[in-house]
Nanobody
Framework: EVQLVESGGGSVEAGGTLTLSCTAS???????MGWYRQAPGHDCELVAS???????YYSRKVRGRFTISQVRGENTVHLQMSRLKPEDTAVYYC??????????????????????????WGQGTQVTVSS
């Protein structure tokens, strides 16, 4: 069974930097990998993604502050989060898909897993930014 193993996250003061990493087990490859996030009482949103050609997507809220990168041979993606803000506080989930792109459309009022199609998911990692 393929697993997405996440690392990184934690607590930081506003303006600080954190890096999340996600690795697919067993050498499994994907066409698109990225990160969603969901804060309590808020909808899930696609934060950033990178496809097999290196094409990237960033949400408007993080563009210019977050950078997603991939290490193809290791099936790993990194999300460097700079100039963090308290509103970036959320659980961040690594997601991956084969044969399609991760969608920025998430059904309102649902969790990331239930509000999207059947992607591969990591377990989630908490990011907390204090003011």
């Amino acid at each position: 069974e393929v697993q997405l193993v996440e690392s990184g996250g934690g607590s930081v003061e506003a303006g600080g930097t954190l890096t999340l990493s996600c690795t697919a087990s067993d050498g499994f490859t994907f066409d698109d990998m990225g990160w969603y996030r969901q804060a309590p009482g808020h909808d899930c949103e696609l934060v950033a993604s990178v496809d097999e050609d290196g094409g990237t997507y960033y949400s408007r809220k993080v563009r210019g502050r977050f950078t997603i990168s991939q290490v193809r041979g290791e099936n790993t993606v990194h999300l460097q989060m700079s100039r963090l803000k308290p509103e970036d506080t959320a659980v961040y989930y690594c997601a991956a898909e084969r044969g399609a792109r991760l969608s920025s459309t998430v059904t309102s009022g649902m969790t990331c897993m239930d509000g999207t199609v059947d992607y591969y998911w990591g377990q989630g990692t908490q990011v907390t930014v204090s003011s």
